[in-house]
């Protein structure tokens, strides 16, 4: 997907901040305010060193790189969600301490940084993987995903955040070894439909449509993404290369709803309530509208369409679970980034408005 390479802190103090700031008027809502409201609203992080977090940031020159996140201009934050990425798998098993890692972990995905995001109601969660990373993520499902699983976990117990599954192996991935690892999470975590654990919280990332990661998208959809029997609590439909047009990411997003019967094995259809749909914010040396203006935005765009896609043979609510954008800062080496001036507040921010999203998030929808 991606094109380069504890504990939290007061939540009821971050209720009561967003209640305060919920009295600012907000903007009117655009037409597309039927059908069902976004619930996940978020960005992928990527620090200001395309997406290795090696480095530990100065809190105050990382609130002025990235200080639209927590406030969209009237005081509440652009986003619900905030996933940091990467974490590499094979670093996590190791426990690798080098100059840009600590115990396995990115020096710069520390405390700091998650209380910076949960002290204004906005949920964190660590992506470990991501495109650099498939062979490592190769090399550690093969050698120990239980212990893979299990340390993901106290990672996540010790900051207080959740865990994104980015794993892009577009040929034979190994789904048992992805299992097992599911499995040692989840003995220390359990699913949690109430939202209320953050640690609890255990997505994972597919293609934009079904026709990448096929297998990986296959066994996913058939045994975590289910609503009778969930496993995973969401997935992410990637964004592709390119950002798409509203059409495109339209037929993308339908193409997870419908599933595919004519694979072997086929892909069974994904309830509109178990994914999300993403966007690219900043693109190459692209500015997104999606950054900058919402008005003329794909996230617009689709909004119509995502608030009332219909079940397709999975689930019974309509609308997909909501937006997902890449990425906040500095997604690659060569290209723009979020800070400011290109800060995001007419985009992510006036959508976040518009769509009157939770925070902090609630307790996401099952069927």
Known sequence: MRVLFGRVKSF???AALVAAAAAVPAATPSAAATGTPPQVYGAWHCSDDACTW????DMAGFDRANHWLIDRGDGRPSVNLVVLSFVNPLTLLDGTTDSGNAGGVPVGMNQAVVDYFTAHGIRVMLSIG???YTDDWNTALAQNPTLLGQKAAALASRLGVGIEIDYEQ???P??????????AYRAAHPYDASGADPTARLTIDVAAGDRWLIALDQYATANWLTTTKPVLDYANAMVPSKQPSASGAESNWQEHLDGKSNYSPPIPPLAPAKFTGSLYIAEGSQVRPECTDFPSSVTNATSSWTRTAAPAGAGTTTGMLGYMFWAAERPSTRGVTTAPPNSCEGGVGTGATTFDIPLPMPALRQN
């Open 170 to 172: 577009s040929s034979g």
């Open 130 to 132: 991501g495109i650099t």
């Open 54 to 57: 090696a480095t530990v940031r």
């Open 12 to 14: 009821a103090a971050a």
């Open 174 to 183: 190994n789904v048992t070894g992805l299992q097992a690892f599911i499995d």
